[in-house]
């Protein structure tokens, strides 16, 4: 690799590593529990069996989905409110400032400039209420901004020491309590200003603005094939340079997640999940159980090409440690040991595989083959075949089945030309013996 290319990825390095990005990326990776949990919950609501439904009220009588739907609302559809918490707080550990007062101070903020109201259906406006619809999908855009400039402007005024300093006399834990009082006071202070802007420009509030302006875009552009597209094309190429996939996947899973939640209100509402009422094309789904299936890459063809066709002991070796990783989603041993970072001859497939992958389960979404997503997900290490028909039932299982084929196929060739290499080194390597 020339000096013009290192330069290059150090550049991508460093913007990645900005404090502000690796408080996006830790601070998405702290919501994988609430998904999680809450995903099995609405899973045990919606089971794809015939008779569930029926044989659950039959159980516990027709109210059964009501505890199941309270744990969907504290959980999967309040992201957004967790959302900002943890991106603060993963911001003040990067500036060494005490975190749970930044992650407070900015899940105030968030409180102050979504809608302070609900509807109760008929046009009557319930005021002091917090609208769940805000807490979630709906204030996923306006979480990131508002964890982004509070966490910022929090630390900044810590950092530059502007706090309220008490006698030694006052114990620890009271003079604590102070510290936090003029740098929370200016983010919530801030936090009104722009409320009051909001309302007085737009007349809504500033979470609805956010909305409108940036999110709903930004949701009908991940929404689509294009912007799944997009995003699988920049996530394997910065991880083809070393960068992991996530950071990239962090700047486009919020939006991904809101799809999921969106098209679950559908779901909620006894409505088809479809694009007509709707429902987006392209959810969460789409990444962890098609794009990045058994790791960036789909590089699952690559590991079962080396441990059934390859002749060279390396590869065959290589194969037996990386499977075991494979299954469970995990690809660094074929990444770094095989390897296809940084190797020129296994970017087009390491490219090509994710998104024939992709294009699988859009034309079999199309037809009418495999249903839209809901917001049932699945831990990301749970294995391809598996994931897919807790998901999406046998459908989504075989299209997961004809997505291995695929990557399978189009590694191999790539795969025999350095097998062959190998094995012709280690037959020469023998003869010299």
Known sequence: MNDRTMTWVEKVNGFFSLPMMTALKNGMV???????????????????????????????????????????YATSDMLGLLMVG??????????????????????????????????????VMIQDAIPKSWIGGNGTCTAIVVAIVMSWLYCKIMKKNIVIHLPESVPANVAGSFVALIPGGACIILAFGICVGARTLADVSFAELIYEIIQTPLQAATGSLGGIIVMSLLMNFVWFFGIHSSVIGSMFNPFLNANSVANQAIADAGLAVTVANGAYLVTSQ???????????????????????????????????????????????????GF???????????????????????????????????????????????????????????????????????????????????????EQNGESEA
């Open 339 to 425: 390897p296809v970072a940084y190797n020129p001859g296994m970017l087009i497939p390491f490219v090509l595989t994710p998104l024939c992958s992709i294009m699988t389960c859009y034309l079999a979404q199309k037809i009418g083959f495999l249903p839209l997503f809901t917001n049932v997900s699945v831990p990301w290490t749970t294995p391809a075949v598996v994931s897919g028909f807790i998901i999406g039932g046998w459908r989504m299982a075989l299209l997961q089945i004809v997505v291995i084929v695929e990557s399978f196929l189009i590694y191999f060739p790539f795969f025999k030309k350095y097998d062959r290499e190998a094995y012709l080194a």
């Open 286 to 336: 789409y990444n962890r159980q098609f794009m990045q299936m058994t790791g960036s890459g789909v590089t699952v063809g690559l590991v079962l090409a080396m441990v059934f066709a390859a002749r060279s002991a390396r590869y065959k070796s290589l194969g037996k440690i990386a499977l075991p990783a494979t299954v469970f989603n995990i690809n660094e041993p074929v990444m770094f």
């Open 30 to 72: 702290r919501l994988m529990p609430f998904t999680i949990v809450g995903s099995t919950f609405i899973l045990l609501g919606n089971f794809p069996i015939a008779g569930w439904s029926d044989m659950m009220a039959g159980w516990f009588g027709p109210d059964w989905k009501v505890p199941i739907s309270q744990v969907q």
């Open 86 to 123: 943890f991106i603060a707080y993963e911001y003040a550990k990067v500036k060494e400032v005490e975190p749970m007062a930044c992650a407070s101070i900015a899940l105030s903020c968030f409180l102050i400039l979504i809608p302070g109201f609900v509807s109760n259906g008929d046009g």
